[in-house]
């Protein structure tokens, strides 16, 4: 198994739409988790933490479920905007500072 | 400065010289990481430095591949006798505590490097 595993897609989704990705990691001890997004030819942003509560960002929610060890995206009222690729990464180890590994990404295109 | 700093932005090198990848990260960051991105793959961990701690270099994929970072701040990447392989684009990032977004990391635009 993978460490960080991602549906690749592509996500193809009018405007409006809620859209959901999913995230698998393989290490039980990961304590930290990201979503990341990336825009063809420039460098990934963080978009949010993932917490054990779930989190929410306007129309971005993430959550995490530790026992079947994944993450997820959800994106509501879907914009043009939104269009991009969504990494999602993971920590190695216990500690929060140590390399996160990243899955290869989900592209989602959004179109009007 | 304001975000992570990277130079250059394109290299192009040929195949068997040596070349070297410099990152700046924000100021006050203490940890840097180093990664890769090959057309269409991935982020490809390469290593990790954090303060004065020995850096996980478990990511390099050779030892033709290795990374120093000097008082704590500035970090170069060196990659010996380049391959057609290492053609890829070379990203760096610091983390830094940053309240709600915990320990996420900030990269720099990268440096895109072709081998040929």
């Known amino acids: 198994r993978k460490e960080v595993e991602q549906d690749p897609g592509p996500f193809n989704v009018p405007e409006g739409a809620t859209v959901a990705f999913n995230c698998t990691y393989s290490?039980?001890?990961?304590?930290?988790f990201f979503w990341y997004r990336q825009d063809c030819r420039k460098e990934p942003k963080l978009l949010m933490s993932?917490?054990?509560s779930g989190n929410e960002d306007g129309r971005f929610t993430a959550q995490l479920n530790r026992a079947s060890q994944y993450i997820s995206l959800l994106i509501r009222d879907s914009k043009l905007s939104d269009s991009a690729t969504y990494l999602c990464a993971v920590n190695r180890g216990r500690q929060a500072g140590t390399a996160l590994i990243f899955g290869k990404g989900t592209t989602l295109s959004v179109s009007s | 400065g304001a975000g992570v700093s990277q130079s250059p932005s394109n290299k192009v090198t040929e195949k068997g010289k040596d070349v070297e990848l410099r990152c700046d990260p924000i100021s006050g960051h203490t940890a840097l990481y180093w990664y890769r991105q090959s057309l269409g793959q991935g982020l490809e961990f390469l290593i990790y430095?954090?303060?004065?701690?020995?850096?996980?270099k478990s990511g390099l994929p050779s030892d033709r591949f290795s990374a120093e970072r000097t008082g704590g701040s500035v970090s170069t990447l060196t990659i010996q006798r380049t391959q057609q392989e290492d053609s890829a684009v070379y990203l760096c990032?610091?983390?830094?505590?940053?309240?709600?977004?915990?320990?996420?990391?900030?990269f720099g635009s990268g440096t895109r490097l072709t081998v040929v």
């Open positions: 990032a610091s983390t830094g505590y940053s309240g709600r977004l915990g320990y996420g990391y900030t």
């Open positions: 430095f954090q303060g004065n701690s020995a850096p996980d």
């Open positions: 993932v917490y054990s």
């Open positions: 290490n039980s001890a990961s304590q930290s």
